[in-house]
C-alpha cells in the first residue's frame, strides 16, 4: 500500500489567493482527518470525515477555511483567502476504525507571504 | 487547558544513555493512549497503542507503559537513529472519532 498521499508537498502563495490542499487516504480507511502542524500549537485538528461525510469541523480556525470529500479517495483542504497566519504545515491522516490509529500522509508545507 | 501534556520539551542523550519520556492526560474515559514518532520533514509514524493500565508494548529499543494518569516511553541505550519527536495522542469518550495529541518531546541523541 502507498500510504496517505498528499499533494503538493510545498506551496507558497501570496496573501489574498486560494490555495488547495489535496490527500488521498489509505484504501479501505473509512475515517480521514485533516490536522495542521505550527511550532506553538503544535498538531491541532481541523476536521475529520467518516465514509465522506464531515463529522465534526469544530477545529475549522474560520470560513476561509473548507473542506470536502467528494468519494472515498480523495479529499481537499482549501484556504480562501489565504493569510500569512495560515504559514503552517499541513496532515491528512486516515484510520479503519473509529478510535483507531491514524496514518499520516507527509503533509503539506504552505507557507503564505 | 491542554488535555495532554508532554514533557520533557526536549532531551538531549549521549548514545546508550537511557531515559524516559513522560505523557501525562486529564481525560476520563481514556479508549486508547497512542505514541508515534515524526522525523523532520515527515507525517507522524504511528509506534503503540495503549489500552488499559499496566498494559506495556515493546519495540526494539523503545517500551511504552502505561497507568490511570501517564504514559511513559522508555528509550533503553538510544542511538543517535532514535532521534526524533515523540508525540503521544488519546482516544477518550468525549472525543469522538478524533484523536488528541500532546506537543511533543524533541530527542536528540548524540555519538
Known amino acids: 500500500d502507498a500510504g496517505v498521499i498528499q499533494s503538493p508537498r510545498h506551496e507558497v502563495t501570496e496573501m489574498g489567493q486560494e490555495v488547495t490542499l489535496r490527500c488521498k487516504p489509505i484504501?479501505?480507511?473509512?475515517?480521514l482527518f485533516w490536522y495542521r502542524q505550527t511550532m506553538m500549537r503544535g498538531l491541532e485538528l481541523l476536521i475529520y470525515?467518516?465514509?465522506?461525510?464531515?463529522?465534526?469541523d469544530s477545529g475549522m480556525p474560520e470560513d476561509r477555511f473548507s473542506a470536502k470529500m467528494p468519494n472515498a479517495s480523495f479529499s481537499t483542504l482549501k484556504i480562501q483567502p489565504s493569510e500569512p497566519r495560515d504559514s503552517a504545515v499541513y496532515f491528512c491522516?486516515?484510520?479503519?476504525?473509529?478510535?483507531?490509529?491514524?496514518?499520516f500522509g507527509p503533509g503539506t508545507r504552505l507557507t503564505v507571504l | 487547558e491542554d488535555q495532554v501534556t508532554q514533557s520533557p520539551e526536549a532531551l538531549r542523550l549521549q548514545e546508550g544513555e537511557s531515559s524516559s519520556l513522560n505523557c501525562s492526560y486529564t481525560?476520563?474515559?481514556?479508549?486508547?493512549l497512542f505514541w508515534y514518532r515524526q522525523d523532520p520533514g515527515k507525517g507522524p509514524e504511528f509506534l503503540f497503542t495503549?489500552?488499559?493500565a499496566g498494559e506495556e508494548k515493546e519495540k526494539e529499543r523503545l517500551k511504552a507503559t502505561l497507568t490511570k494518569k501517564e504514559s511513559f516511553l522508555h528509550i533503553t541505550a538510544p542511538k543517535p537513529e532514535d532521534s526524533a519527536t515523540y508525540l503521544c495522542?488519546?482516544?477518550?469518550?468525549?472525543?469522538?472519532?478524533?484523536?488528541?495529541f500532546g506537543k511533543g518531546t524533541s530527542l536528540l541523541v548524540t555519538p
Open positions: 484504501s479501505g480507511h473509512d475515517y
Open positions: 491522516a486516515s484510520s479503519p476504525l473509529p478510535g483507531d490509529t491514524q496514518y
Open positions: 470525515f467518516n465514509n465522506n461525510v464531515p463529522i465534526d
Open positions: 481525560v476520563s474515559g481514556l479508549r486508547g
Open positions: 495503549l489500552y488499559s
Open positions: 495522542a488519546v482516544h477518550y469518550s468525549n472525543s469522538g472519532y478524533a484523536l488528541n
